[in-house]
């Protein structure tokens, strides 16, 4: 039997059909050739809950909401049928709940009771009707938000009103300001870089310093052991009897330093023996003159000795000029100052 171009066209566009339906109800997670549990919750509002959102407990997924339903023509709520995706036990006081996510779709959480029987396909599980926690933050920070956009807005308008009176010169102003912040940062960069920055480098030289205490705890605690030692030496001495002492000894000192003082000063005075010898220039040069002749006689015996001893048993001789001056001796200097 031969089939016409027009059976398989049609037969094909049944096929494509019926794949694009199981593949759409594939991807919404729904089963298709199994009956899956079926339960009802009824919300007063559904937020921004849609169709096949997950459904889930403890934040595993276990079904997905597959339609919405009004109550009444009046519509004072909504029931939300969910299909259940995996076998899971639920019990009757568990209660459902739209969880909103600021960075998702919303989703329906289900907490766990603790009862004993469990829901059936077909039940209606308890929803609570003040919403979750989320979407009360949301519904209390719309007002703020819409004031901060307009704030926004009314902030966007000054900008523009700043950028309309600044003249060309302050504009300028700014960019070269801008260009020495982007300078400023880089240099920031380059001293913070944590391999070849001065501030790493810095930091690696005080870690090699703590390393080096480190390794000499030991001899810097010995060292300061050996310094609280001396310093209970030191308080332990009879430090005030030495300072006394000491005292006394200065005070002896002083005494005889006036002593000693008030006997120069008295050798220094015309009016004793010693000052007057000191300071008198004319006995100085008497005892000169004194001394000189003293040493010609000297020499004079010592030349002419017969002058003084004479013994003659034939008779006398001629005596020799007694000397005038000292003569020459080996064991002086030949020059007189």
Same mark, same amino acid.
């Given at each position: ?46 937020? #921004?809950?849609?169709? #096949? ?48 996510? @600021? ?15 469990? *829901? ?33 807005? #009314? ?12 003249? @060309?010169?302050?504009? !300028? ?18 001293? *913070? ?9 810095? =930091? ?8 080096? =205490? ?10 300061? !052991? ?13 430090? /005030?009897?030495?300072?006394?002492? =000491? ?5 002896? =000192? ?8 008030? #006997? ?21 040069? /008497? ?17 002419? @000795? ?15 000029? @007694? ?12 020059? !007189?100052?």
């Amino acid at each position: 039997m031969k089939i016409s171009n027009e059976a398989k066209v049609g037969l094909l566009a049944i096929i494509a059909i019926i794949i694009l339906v199981i593949g759409f109800n594939f991807l919404k997670g729904k089963k298709l050739f199994s009956k899956e549990p079926i339960l009802f919750a009824e919300f007063k509002n559904l937020g #921004s809950l849609e169709k #096949s959102n997950s459904v889930k407990i403890n934040g595993l997924v276990v079904g997905t909401v597959y339609n919405f339903a009004p109550k009444d023509k009046e519509v004072s709520s909504i029931i939300v049928e969910i299909h259940l995706t995996r076998d899971v036990l639920i019990p009757r006081n568990s209660v459902a709940l739209i969880a909103g996510s @600021p960075l998702g779709s919303a989703a329906i959480s289900i907490k766990k009771g603790t009862a004993n029987e469990f *829901l059936k396909s077909g039940d209606t599980i308890s929803t609570n009707v003040g919403g979750d926690l989320l979407g009360d933050l949301k519904e209390q920070l719309a007002p703020t938000m819409t004031r901060i956009n307009e704030t926004l807005d #009314s902030l966007k308008l000054a900008i523009g009103s700043i950028n309309s009176i600044f003249d @060309p010169g302050t504009n !300028r102003n700014l960019q070269t300001l801008i260009a020495h912040m982007t300078i400023s940062a880089a240099n920031l960069q380059k001293l *913070l870089n944590s391999e070849s920055g001065a501030l790493a480098q810095t =930091l690696g030289n005080m870690n090699a310093v703590t390393g080096n =205490l480190a390794k000499n705890n030991d001899a810097i605690t010995h060292s300061i !052991r050996n310094v609280e030692i001396t310093t209970s030496s030191l308080a332990n001495a009879r430090i /005030q009897e030495t300072v006394a002492a =000491l005292e006394g000894t200065i005070k002896e =000192l002083q005494g005889a330093a006036g002593g000693l003082k008030g #006997s120069v000063d008295k050798i220094n005075s015309p009016n004793g023996t010693i000052g007057a010898l000191m300071n008198d220039r004319k006995l100085y040069d /008497q005892l000169n003159k004194a001394a000189l002749g003293l040493e010609i006689l000297l020499d004079d015996v010592r030349v002419h @000795p017969k002058r003084y001893v004479n013994i003659s048993v034939f008779g006398g001789k001629s005596k020799p000029d @007694p000397l005038t001056s000292p003569t020459v001796k080996d064991t002086i200097p030949t020059t !007189r100052q």
